[in-house]
C-alpha cells in the first residue's frame, strides 16, 4: 500500500501539476524603519499561492531582531487532520495523500479553512516576489474533472453535497456495501488499492476554494498576521523588508507602488 501510494504521488507531481516560476530580491529581515503595514489587495498581487497558520512558525518572528531570525519556514507535506467529511460523518476528501495546502489568495485561504468573519492568522506565501526557486503547486481543479468521472454515480455527483455511503453502494452489491459500512469503512483510506486510487487528488470543495496541494517540501516568506476583511495587515520584518526594496511606499494612506 505505502510503495503504491508513493507510485501514484509521484506520477500526480509528474502530470497535474504546474510550476509558479519566482524572481529573487534581496532583502535584510533586520532592514531599519520597516514599512509596518501594506495593503492586503497588493500582498495578493505581489504574491502567487498562500498558508494561513494559526501560530508563528519555526524561526519566523513579527518583531524580532533575533541573530536566528528567518524569513520564511519550510512546510512539510502531512496528511490532514481534518478532512471534509459529508453530513453523515464520513470522509470525502483524499485522506492518505501528504501536501500543504495553499490558496491563489488570502481570502480563499480563510474561505478552505472554514473561519468566521473576524478570524485572523499568520500568512506565509510563495511565488512572485517571494525569495527562492520556483514552485511545483498540485492543480486540484485540473484533478477535478477526473474525481467527478472517477467517483460519481447517478444522483450522488462528486463535490459538496457528496456521499460516501452512497459511493459504496455504487461500487459494491448492496450485501458488500453493507459490509463494509459495518465494518466501520468511512473514508478513502479504508479502501482497497483499487478504489482508494480513485480518490488522489480528490477534494469536493476544490473547484469553490480553489485550493491547491504542495507535494515537496517547500519553504513560504513569512509576511505577516492578517485578519478576514481587513483591508491592511500587520508585515513582518522580512516582508516590510522586502517591500521596500521593491519600492513600494511607507504610507499606509496612501499605498501605492512607486512609479
Not at 93 to 117: H, W, Y
Not at 198 to 218: I, K
Amino acid at each position: 500500500m505505502r510503495l503504491l501510494r508513493e507510485y501514484i504521488r509521484e506520477l500526480l507531481m509528474e502530470t497535474d501539476s504546474r510550476v509558479i516560476h519566482r524572481v529573487i530580491p534581496k532583502f535584510d529581515v533586520n532592514a531599519e524603519n520597516p514599512m509596518d503595514k501594506a495593503a492586503t489587495k497588493d500582498i495578493n498581487n505581489l504574491f502567487r499561492v498562500f498558508h494561513i497558520s494559526k501560530d508563528v512558525l519555526g524561526n519566523t518572528s513579527m518583531h524580532g531582531r533575533k541573530k536566528d531570525d528567518q524569513p520564511g519556514f519550510t512546510f512539510t507535506p502531512r496528511v490532514t487532520d481534518n478532512p471534509t467529511k459529508d453530513t453523515d460523518g464520513n470522509t470525502v476528501e483524499d485522506d492518505f495523500t501528504p501536501r500543504v495546502s495553499v490558496g491563489p489568495t488570502i481570502e480563499k485561504c480563510f474561505e478552505a479553512l472554514n473561519m468566521l468573519q473576524g478570524g485572523s492568522g499568520y500568512l506565509y506565501a510563495a511565488g512572485g516576489a517571494a525569495p527562492g526557486g520556483d514552485v511545483k503547486v498540485f492543480d486540484l481543479q485540473d484533478r477535478f474533472e477526473n474525481c467527478i468521472t472517477k467517483l460519481s454515480s447517478g444522483d450522488n455527483r462528486f463535490g459538496e453535497m457528496f456521499k460516501f455511503q452512497k459511493y459504496l453502494m455504487s461500487k459494491f452489491n448492496e450485501e458488500e456495501a453493507a459490509r463494509w459500512i459495518q465494518s466501520g469503512v468511512d473514508a478513502p483510506s479504508d479502501l482497497p488499492d483499487e478504489y482508494e486510487i480513485d480518490w488522489m487528488g480528490c477534494v469536493p470543495d476544490a473547484m469553490q476554494t480553489e485550493e491547491d496541494w504542495l507535494l515537496e517540501p517547500t519553504t513560504l516568506m513569512f509576511i505577516g498576521h492578517v485578519g478576514q476583511g481587513m483591508e491592511s495587515m500587520k508585515l513582518s520584518p522580512g516582508a516590510s523588508a522586502l517591500l521596500q526594496k521593491l519600492g513600494f511606499t511607507l504610507d499606509i494612506e496612501d499605498y501605492r507602488e512607486k512609479k
